[in-house]
C-alpha cells in the first residue's frame, strides 16, 4: 500500500488537483457458475491534465472494467471517481465529458465516415456549416483527409482505427479513453500510430488513459504506467521507474525480459551490497539499507549483462544465440548451475556461436532488488 | 466439380426441386388465359376474358342475369381486395412497432422473467391457427365484439407481432453493442441512439419483418375466416368462398395477379437488401 501512494503524484501539495482521481474503485460480477469474480479490488488512480497514462496488465486484470467505470458504462460497488474535483457517479455516460476510442472501434456502419467523426458535434446541435469544418479539420489532424464520403466498411483497419480516434476528439474532451486501440493493427503501422498518437496527445493537451496488455507499447507511449494485476494496482511509476526498479516480482516479469535470482547479502560495501545466489554466483547491486545475510531478489535485464575477459564474472556457455538485427540475444547457462540467464550483446566480430564459453560481467549501478520480501 | 456425374445429379435434382415448387403455379398462370369456360384441363385457345370479367370489363353481350351476376361478383372481389389491402397496412404497422420494440426492449435489457416474456411472445407464431382463430372468435363474441375490419386486425396482430419479433431478434443479436455505447460515450441520448443509431442499423431487420407481416395478413385464410364478419370478406375468404361454389376460370386470373403481386414484393424485398450489402 505505501508503495502505491508513493508511486502517485503529489501535486496536491502544489494546488494543482488531478483532472481525474479514483479512490477504492470496487466492482465484482456475478459469473454464470454462481460465483463472483472481482474485476477491481481497491484501486486508486490519479491522471493530471496533459498526462498520458498506461494501464498495463495481463488479460483479465480489469482494465477494461476501469475504463468502463469511467466511460459510466459500468457502475462502481464502491469507491468514488472524479473529475476536475466532480464526484461523476451520478451522471449517466452521455454526460461524462469523457470520450473514449474502443477496442472494435465501434464505428456507425450505415453513416459516412464524415457523419461518424461528426457525431458527436451532431447530437449537440452544431450548425452544419461548422461542423463540416470541424470534421474537415479532424480528418485532416488523422491523415485521413478526403475520406470523407467513404463508409467505415470501404477503409482499412488503421484508417479505420483513425476515424475512431478523430471521431472521439471532435468534441474535445479533457479526457481520452483508448481500450487496446492498436492492438487489431500490424507491427508497422502500429508503431507507427504509436508515435502518431502521442504527438497528438502532447499537441492537443489532453489526458490519455491507454490500455493495453503490450509492454513496449506502454513502455514508450506513457508519460506514467500503471501495472494492474487481478484488480489491484500494482505499481506506479514512469516508464524508466518501472522497468528499471520494479517492486515486485510480478512487474519485473511483465514489463520487459528479465533475469531474477534469489540471492543472501554476504557483506555490505559502502554503497555496495555483495550478494551470493545458492549456486555460488556473486553479484553486486546498490545496498538499499540492507543487513548482512538478508535474502534479496536481484533484477538484472538482459542488457546490464556484457561479455567479459575469460576469468572475471560468470562463467557460462552459450546454449542458445538468436541474432536480432544490431542485437545479439543470447542465453547463457552459468558453470556452476542455475537457471540459464538471458544476455543481449551489441552484434560484432566476436560474436559467440551457440557452445562458446564466455564469462559475463554486470553493470552494478544497473542492478536491482525487489523491495518484497519472497 | 471434379465429378461430372456428381455434378449432373445434383443439377437434376435442383431442376427437379424448382420443378416441383413452381409447376403448380405455371399451371395456373396458363389456364388462366385458357379460353375455354367449362373444362379448364382442355386448351382452347388463348384469352384475356377472365382478366377482364374481373374488372367488371367482360364484352356485355350475355344475357342481363349473367351480366349481372359478373358484375355482382366483381364488386365484391374488389372489395374483398380494399378489405384485405386496409386489414394488412394496418396490421403491419402496428405489429412493427410492437415486435420491433419488444425485441429491443428484450436485447436490451436485463429483468426478471425475461425468459418467459420472450416465450410468451413467440408462442402465438406456434399456436395452431384453427385453436387462436376458434379462441378469438369467441374472445371478441364474448366481449360483445361485432365482427368487422377491426376484430381481423386485432386478430392479426396478436400473432403478426411475434413474426416482426423474431425476425428483428435476430437482427439486433448481430449488432454490436458498443455502437449504442459508442453513440452515448459522444454525447447521444438514449432516445438520440435509438433514433440515429439502433434503429438504421435495425432497418433491413424492421422492414423485412414488415414484409412478412404484410404478406401473411394479406394471405391468412383460417384464422380471418372465423373472425371476419358478413361485411369485412378479405380476398383469401373470397376466394375460398368462390372455390367451394366451383372453380371458375377467373380464380385462375386473381391468383395470376396475386402471384405477380407476390413477385414484385419479394423483389423489393430482395433489392432493399442488396443494396443494404452494397455499401
Ligand atoms: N459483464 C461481466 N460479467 C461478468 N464478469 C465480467 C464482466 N466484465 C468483466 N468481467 C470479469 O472481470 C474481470 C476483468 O475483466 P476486464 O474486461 O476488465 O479485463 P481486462 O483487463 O480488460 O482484460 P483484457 O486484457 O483481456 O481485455 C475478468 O475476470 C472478467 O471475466
Ligand atoms: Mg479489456
Redesign the pocket.
Known amino acids: 500500500m505505501t508503495a502505491q501512494v508513493r508511486g502517485l503524484r503529489q501535486d496536491g501539495a502544489a494546488g494543482m488537483a488531478a483532472l481525474l482521481e479514483i479512490r477504492g474503485a470496487r466492482?465484482?460480477?456475478?459469473?454464470?457458475e454462481g460465483g463472483r469474480?472481482?474485476?477491481?479490488d481497491g484501486v486508486d488512480l490519479d491522471v493530471g491534465a496533459n498526462e498520458f497514462v498506461t494501464?498495463l496488465?495481463?488479460?483479465?486484470?480489469?482494465?477494461?472494467?476501469?475504463?468502463?467505470a469511467i466511460s459510466g458504462f459500468?457502475a462502481l460497488d464502491a469507491g468514488t471517481i472524479r473529475l476536475d474535483g466532480q464526484d461523476v457517479a451520478p451522471l449517466p455516460p452521455f454526460r461524462r465529458p469523457v470520450n473514449t476510442v474502443f477496442?472494435s472501434y465501434a464505428l456507425f456502419g450505415h453513416m459516412s465516415v464524415a457523419r461518424n467523426v461528426g457525431f458527436a458535434l451532431e447530437v449537440r446541435g452544431v450548425p452544419r456549416a461548422e461542423r463540416d469544418r470541424a470534421v474537415a479539420e479532424a480528418l485532416e489532424k488523422v491523415g485521413l483527409a478526403g475520406f470523407g464520403a467513404r463508409r467505415p466498411a470501404q477503409l482499412s483497419g488503421g484508417q479505420r482505427q483513425r476515424v475512431a480516434l478523430a471521431r472521439a476528439l471532435i468534441a474535445r474532451p479533457r479526457l481520452l479513453l483508448l481500450?487496446?486501440p492498436l492492438s487489431a493493427l500490424d507491427r508497422g503501422l502500429r508503431q507507427q500510430m504509436q508515435i502518431e498518437l502521442k504527438t497528438l496527445q502532447h499537441g492537443l493537451g489532453i489526458a490519455f488513459v491507454f490500455?493495453t496488455?503490450d509492454q513496449e507499447e506502454a513502455l514508450t507511449m506513457s508519460d506514467r504506467i500503471v501495472v494492474?494485476r487481478a484488480?489491484r494496482v500494482e505499481q506506479t511509476g514512469t516508464p524508466r521507474e518501472i522497468y528499471r526498479r520494479p517492486r515486485t516480482r510480478f512487474v519485473a516479469e511483465f514489463v520487459g525480459e528479465t533475469n531474477l535470482f534469489e540471492t543472501v547479502v554476504e557483506r555490505i560495501e559502502g554503497s555496495q551490497a555483495r550478494l551470493r545466489t545458492p549456486e555460488g554466483l556473486a553479484f553486486t547491486a546498490p545496498a538499499r539499507g540492507l543487513a548482512p545475510g538478508a535474502r534479496a531478489t536481484l533484477v538484472l535485464r538482459p542488457a546490464d549483462f556484457s561479455l567479459g575477459a575469460a576469468g572475471a564474472g560468470i562463467a557460462g556457455r552459450v546454449e542458445r544465440a538468436v541474432y536480432l538485427g544490431q542485437d545479439l540475444h543470447l542465453l547463457v547457462r552459468p558453470e556452476a548451475g542455475g537457471p540459464a540467464i538471458r544476455v543481449t550483446v551489441r552484434d560484432g566480430a566476436a560474436a559467440p556461436e551457440p557452445g562458446a564459453k564466455v564469462s559475463l560481467v554486470h553493470d552494478a549501478d544497473a542492478a536491482h532488488l525487489l523491495e518484497e520480501a519472497e | 466439380m471434379r465429378n461430372p456425374a456428381g455434378w449432373l445429379l445434383l443439377t437434376a435434382l435442383s431442376l427437379l426441386f424448382f420443378a416441383f415448387i413452381y409447376a403448380p403455379l405455371l399451371v395456373i398462370v396458363g389456364y388462366s388465359f385458357n379460353a375455354n369456360p367449362v373444362n379448364m384441363m382442355v386448351w382452347d385457345g388463348f384469352t384475356l376474358d377472365w382478366y377482364r370479367g374481373l374488372f367488371g370489363l367482360r364484352d356485355r353481350t350475355g344475357d342481363a342475369l349473367s351480366r349481372a351476376a359478373y358484375v355482382e361478383s366483381t364488386d365484391q372481389l374488389l372489395a374483398a381486395l380494399r378489405n384485405s389491402l386496409i386489414v394488412a397496412a394496418c396490421t403491419t404497422a402496428i405489429s412493427t412497432v410492437i415486435g420491433t420494440a419488444t425485441a429491443i426492449a428484450l436485447a436490451r435489457h436485463r429483468f426478471r422473467l425475461r425468459r418467459l416474456y420472450e416465450g410468451l411472445m413467440l408462442m402465438p407464431m406456434m399456436m395452431p391457427d384453427i385453436v387462436l382463430g376458434i379462441g378469438l372468435l369467441i374472445f371478441f363474441v364474448s366481449l360483445g365484439m361485432q365482427l368487422s375490419l377491426l376484430t381481423i386486425i386485432i386478430g392479426h396482430c396478436t400473432f403478426l407481432t411475434s413474426y416482426v419479433f423474431i425476425v428483428v431478434q435476430a437482427r439486433i443479436a448481430g449488432i454490436d453493442p458498443a455502437l449504442e455505447e459508442a453513440a452515448a460515450d459522444l454525447g447521444a441520448s438514449e432516445w438520440v441512439t435509438l433514433r440515429k443509431v439502433l434503429l438504421p442499423q435495425l432497418a433491413p431487420g424492421i422492414l423485412g419483418g414488415a414484409l412478412l407481416a404484410f404478406v401473411i395478413s394479406m394471405d391468412d385464410l383460417v384464422i380471418t375466416y372465423f373472425i371476419a364478419g358478413t361485411g369485412s370478406t378479405t380476398l383469401p375468404v373470397f376466394i375460398f368462398g368462390m372455390i367451394r361454389r366451383g372453380v371458375k376460370p377467373e380464380i385462375n386470373a386473381i391468383a395470376t395477379l396475386i402471384i405477380l403481386a407476390s413477385v414484385l414484393i419479394a423483389a423489393l424485398g430482395l433489392w432493399l437488401r442488396s443494396r443494404r450489402i452494397d455499401r
Open positions: 466492482r465484482s460480477f456475478a459469473t454464470p469474480v472481482t474485476a477491481l494501464l496488465g495481463p488479460s483479465g486484470c480489469g482494465k477494461t472494467t476501469l475504463l468502463r459500468e477496442q481500450d487496446e490500455v496488455h494492474m484488480g
